[in-house]
């Protein structure tokens, strides 16, 4: 079976529709931690089972007969939970029930060097995966249009956007990675490792995204710079909890260092056409709203 975590979250959720489209869906198994809130993916007859990165035992019940296992990382740290304990125990579970390979959502700046907090703990599954004796892949997703959007929420209503300086970052739409992760996971592994950036078409920063989100809105978003340490204390004033104040501005300081802004061709390759760009992704947003 193939197995895919998170069937509830954004991308898993959307990586099990896909899946579907490839492979018989008495062939895929999607585990989340509350299964009645995946009853469109049951009545497409996918099973469905609890599985908590925390409850190890849970876990071997939902990888039951996996010969695939797409894992969707967890974000624990940023909630003071601890993300690599977690994902340890999916694959460990992985192995247990007898999966021949696993398939991990990582990102492209993923290195222990990287100034987003959160590179560090997918550098850190990937040497997991290294070393967990199954083949495998780590999907090097491209930052989330969906993050940028909504870091761009505030400004659509006030006018005005606030950032610290920062860079290009090759945004990506959860559609297309979804799409992506359904093509390689229905592929035959040909070879372990992480795979080149899966990217949008164009990297922008956030002095684009505003005039982008001006022009389709008709309503004028001006930009404002605020130094690091500004941004910082005004988080804390807001009671931001720590770790997301340094994801947040580990954010800007990675995007300056431009460790998102590397756009490959990769993900158009997969999918046959072009990848969504930024600009789709927020006009479906405005017209949403
Ligand atoms: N590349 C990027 O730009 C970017 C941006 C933001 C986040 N991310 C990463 O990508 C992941 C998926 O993103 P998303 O948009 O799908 O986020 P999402 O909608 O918040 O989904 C997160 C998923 O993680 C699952 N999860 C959390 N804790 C878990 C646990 N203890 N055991 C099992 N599953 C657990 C959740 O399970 P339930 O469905 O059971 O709640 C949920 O399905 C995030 O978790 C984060 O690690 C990447």
Known sequence: MFIVTGATGQLGHAIVRKLVEQVPAAEVGATCREPEKAADLAALGVRVRPGDFGDPESLALAFEGARQVLIVSSNARAYGGDTLTQHRNAIDAARAAGAERI???SQMAARATS??????????????LRDCGLAWTALRHGFYASSGIAMLGEALKT??????QDGPVAWTAHADLAEAAAI??????RESGPTPPLTGPEALDFGDLAAIASDLSGKPISRRIVADDA?????????????????VLGLYRAARAGEFANVDPTLERLLGRKPISMRDVMAAHIAED
């Open 115 to 128: 100034a987003f907090p959160p590179m560090h703990d997918h550098a850190a599954t990937e040497d997991m």
């Open 159 to 164: 006018g005005v956007m606030e950032t610290a």
């Open 231 to 247: 941004l910082q204390a005004k988080l804390a004033e807001r009671g931001t909890p720590g770790p997301v104040a340094a994801i």
């Open 184 to 189: 390689i996971l229905a592929q035959t592994a």
């Open 103 to 105: 398939v991990y959502t």
